[in-house]
């Protein structure tokens, strides 16, 4: 047997320019191209504010404005998803977003399973997905899935609901999880640093895996200590608003109190900037290479398993041909037996209806005979009547011989 020897990698000094210093300006201009997608999901109980939060991420009007509806004993029966998509642009930078809304989440009288509807729509999106790579043609593949879903804590300023620890537990491993305060103005800022404290705490018991931006050796430091101070501040304390306030003749956006304005873009507010940074402007593709090679990647040999397919196959050289005919033969057999299955139906259903028919035969031919024999005895009874009827009419020799003698 023949060794294998390395040749060690040597690195050179170029003599001259040549020119692939260039190709990262080659791949921002094709993809500044292409554009962008981003998929975003918010959950949460109704009136924390999630619309709001959304218009403020992207300073645009997303949502339109709500309605308010007048309080009804109805109560919800499922959560429903709403889509809305939008093409934004920014500095010649085309970005295709779009929001999933899940209105009724947390407001049924038992929300046990409320989270149900939103696995079953994350891993419908992740079905999606898979369904097109498996297409001879892969070209035009569309992306839908959920990149990031930010979930919204109601500001208690105690522990995590029941409800909060479920949800987080049972969608951890199919998306990235954002944690976020809402209407953190409510509380003080001690209230929110305790709080904060004890959601992590109820996060680490329960083993709930949340998003944080990685950390890399080979980062440069201000990259190193900006992911520290994001880190720092999960889970966001946020405070959304799309309206500004006019603070010593300045305009900014926030909200007014009669002790003060809480700003949205100051981090001495709230963390609304920090979110903002990492869910846009330095972690957007590290949150869609999470979901594709961590979390779809998951899903996907999962499915490939429990469907009876055999995942190490796919890196094992085998030939395509073959894996083909062996997909085709295992289909066929699969068809045949379904076949066989629906002509046994078949045949059950067929003989089911014969017995039933030949029921109702002898039913109806019973009836028949009654009714006959009935009809029968009502002729004799009608006969036997007229028989009488007829022997004691007045013409008759008898009854005129009887009635001659009464009147002598």
Same mark, same amino acid.
């Given at each position: 047997? =023949? +060794?294998?020897?390395?040749?060690?990698?040597?690195?050179?000094?170029?003599?001259?320019?040549?020119?692939?210093?260039?190709?990262?300006?080659?791949?921002?201009?094709?993809?500044?191209?292409?554009? !962008?997608?981003?998929?975003?999901?918010?959950?949460? +109980? /109704?009136?924390?504010?999630?619309?709001?939060?959304?218009?403020?991420?992207?300073? /645009? =009007?997303?949502?339109?404005?709500?309605?308010?509806?007048?309080?009804?004993?109805?109560?919800?029966?499922?959560? @429903?998803?709403?889509?809305?998509?939008?093409?934004? +642009?920014?500095?010649?930078?085309?970005?295709?977003?779009?929001?999933?809304d899940?209105?009724?989440?947390?407001? !049924?009288?038992?929300?046990?399973? *409320?989270?149900?509807?939103?696995?079953?729509?994350?891993?419908?999106?992740?079905?999606?997905?898979?369904?097109?790579?498996?297409?001879?043609?892969?070209?035009?593949?569309?992306?839908t899935?959920?990149h990031?879903?930010?979930?919204?804590? *109601?500001?208690?300023?105690?522990?995590?609901?029941?409800?909060?620890?479920?949800?987080?537990?049972?969608?951890?491993?199919?998306?990235?999880?954002?944690?976020?305060?809402?209407?953190?103005?409510?509380?003080?800022? @001690?209230?929110?640093?305790? !709080?904060?404290?004890?959601?992590?705490?109820?996060?680490?018991?329960?083993?709930?895996?949340i998003?944080?931006?990685?950390?890399?050796d080979?980062?440069?430091?201000?990259?190193?200590? &900006?992911?520290?101070?994001?880190? *720092?501040?999960?889970?966001?304390?946020?405070? $959304? =608003?799309?309206?500004?306030?006019?603070?010593?003749?300045?305009?900014?956006?926030?909200?007014?109190?009669?002790?003060?304005?809480?700003?949205? @873009?100051? &981090?001495?507010?709230?963390?609304?900037?920090?979110?903002?940074?990492?869910?846009?402007?330095?972690?957007?593709?590290?949150?869609?290479?999470?979901?594709?090679?961590?979390?779809? &990647? =998951?899903?996907?040999?999962?499915?490939?398993?429990?469907? $009876?397919?055999?995942?190490?196959?796919?890196?094992?050289?085998?030939?395509?041909?073959?894996?083909?005919?062996?997909?085709?033969?295992?289909?066929?057999?699969?068809?045949?037996?379904?076949?066989? +299955?629906?002509?046994?139906?078949?045949?059950?259903?067929v003989?089911?209806?014969?017995?039933?028919?030949?029921? /109702?035969?002898?039913?109806?031919?019973?009836?028949?005979?009654?009714?006959?024999?009935?009809?029968?005895?009502?002729?004799?009874?009608?006969e036997?009547?007229k028989?009488?009827?007829?022997?004691?009419?007045?013409?008759?020799?008898?009854?005129?011989?009887?009635?001659?003698?009464? !009147?002598?």
């Amino acid at each position: 047997m =023949s +060794e294998i020897v390395s040749i060690p990698i040597v690195k050179k000094k170029l003599a001259g320019y040549v020119g692939f210093h260039n190709l990262p300006n080659q791949v921002h201009r094709k993809s500044v191209k292409r554009g !962008f997608q981003f998929t975003l999901m918010v959950v949460g +109980e /109704s009136g924390l504010g999630k619309s709001t939060l959304v218009n403020t991420l992207f300073n /645009s =009007s997303l949502y339109p404005n709500k309605e308010n509806k007048e309080p009804t004993h109805e109560t919800p029966k499922t959560v @429903d998803i709403q889509t809305i998509s939008a093409d934004v +642009e920014e500095n010649g930078v085309k970005l295709k977003l779009t929001v999933i809304d899940t209105p009724g989440f947390g407001d !049924f009288v038992n929300n046990e399973e *409320s989270w149900r509807p939103i696995l079953e729509n994350i891993e419908a999106r992740y079905d999606a997905y898979l369904e097109q790579e498996n297409r001879v043609n892969r070209k035009r593949i569309v992306d839908t899935r959920v990149h990031a879903c930010l979930y919204f804590i *109601s500001p208690t300023g105690h522990s995590l609901k029941p409800l909060d620890i479920e949800f987080m537990r049972q969608l951890a491993a199919r998306v990235n999880l954002i944690p976020v305060i809402a209407k953190s103005d409510t509380l003080t800022e @001690d209230e929110i640093k305790a !709080f904060k404290v004890r959601i992590l705490e109820d996060i680490a018991y329960n083993k709930i895996q949340i998003y944080q931006p990685p950390i890399h050796d080979n980062d440069d430091p201000e990259t190193i200590q &900006e992911n520290r101070d994001i880190i *720092s501040r999960i889970p966001f304390a946020i405070v $959304g =608003s799309d309206k500004e306030v006019e603070v010593n003749g300045k305009k900014v956006r926030g909200r007014k109190y009669p002790w003060g304005v809480i700003e949205v @873009d100051n &981090e001495e507010h709230c963390d609304f900037i920090k979110l903002r940074q990492m869910l846009i402007r330095t972690h957007m593709e590290e949150l869609k290479e999470y979901t594709n090679e961590v979390l779809y &990647e =998951s899903y996907r040999m999962g499915k490939l398993t429990r469907g $009876g397919y055999d995942v190490s196959s796919e890196t094992s050289g085998m030939n395509p041909l073959s894996k083909f005919e062996e997909e085709k033969l295992a289909h066929e057999q699969k068809m045949a037996k379904m076949e066989a +299955e629906m002509k046994a139906v078949f045949q059950q259903k067929v003989a089911e209806k014969e017995n039933k028919l030949k029921q /109702s035969e002898e039913e109806l031919y019973a009836r028949h005979r009654e009714m006959k024999d009935q009809l029968e005895k009502q002729r004799l009874e009608l006969e036997e009547k007229k028989r009488r009827l007829e022997a004691g009419r007045p013409g008759t020799p008898e009854k005129a011989k009887k009635n001659k003698g009464l !009147f002598k």
